[in-house]
């Protein structure tokens, strides 16, 4: 049988974030980007900002014309 979650049930869900694939960090939004060593992963704003810098990251070939 199916169990439908409760009020709190759905609070605690949305506090829930995603995890950064480098620092870890519990984010509710998350970037999608391509990592010239990890691949395709999603990460925070702040390690976007330092893997760009680095030039670590790389076209993700599709998507919309605002991204090329």
């Known amino acids: 049988m199916l169990e439908i979650p409760n009020s709190q049930q759905l609070a605690e869900g949305l506090k829930m974030g995603f995890k950064c694939a480098i620092c870890s ?37 599709g998507g919309c014309d605002c991204c090329r």
Not at 34 to 58: A, F, M, P, R, T
């Open 25 to 61: 960090k519990e984010e509710n939004s998350l970037l999608k980007v391509n990592h010239v060593k990890l691949g395709v992963i999603k990460i925070c704003e702040d390690c976007w900002s330092e893997e760009y810098n680095k030039g670590n990251l790389l076209s993700l070939k």
